[in-house]
């Protein structure tokens, strides 16, 4: 199954900082195929598990908004054989939590065999303690036959748009952040992964790390310089 980022230009003003699930919400109006199947509700196995939706990029404005600018995108990670089903994305106008986001025309990219990968936000049900979770982490990267290094991002002086960061509440050292599902309040960490191979890189992008792949979590991005 041959995976790529489907990307769509996409013009507006603001949107949430923490629009996961709003965007989720309002793509799966347009894309059915973003439902799991009566009776497969289990997103860990098949497509669900290789189908993600990026975070939209954008310049942090104040009151958790982010400005849209004219690298904005909305991408998505998924089968090169779904980029069909997604086609009617294009020329349609997206309401995220308010925000109206307009759609234009997409182009596919193939996924870079970098050996630095990242994720801004990774989730595991049940690890919340940087310990736990990084132990959590390096059992998945195992289960996926990945020998490379994991490691949380410090602090420093990075901005938690979407969520609290560890600058925060009991001083963690890590960036770590939150995603609203609904009522409830998802908290994760950004995550490096270090010194992958070419096939290890290529099967951390397809496959991810965690869940809530479909709300921006765990899906893994070039690190950049």
Known sequence: MHIVDLEFRISG???PADHGYALYSAVSKVIPMLHPPEGDRDPSTGLWRRLGIHPINGRLCGDRKIALGPSSRLRVRLPAECIQDWMPLSGKTL??????V???MPMARALSPVPALRSRLV???GFLEPEDFLNAVKKQLTALNIQAE????????AVSAEGRSGSLENKCPYI?????ISNREIVG?????????AEE???LQEQGIGGRRRFGCGIFVPERN
């Not at 309401?95 to 109206?100: I, L, N, Q």
């Not at 994991?150 to 002086?157: D, H, L, Q, T």
């Not at 770590?176 to 609203?180: A, K, N, V, W």
């Open 13 to 15: 003003s603001v949107i």
């Open 95 to 100: 309401e995220v939590d308010g925000d109206a």
């Open 102 to 104: 307009q759609v234009g």
């Open 123 to 125: 989730t595991i049900k």
């Open 150 to 157: 994991a490691m949380f991002i410090p602090v420093g002086k």
């Open 176 to 180: 770590r952040r939150t995603i609203r």
């Open 189 to 197: 960490y950004a995550l490096r992964v270090v010194n992958l191979t």
């Open 201 to 203: 890189s290529l099967d």
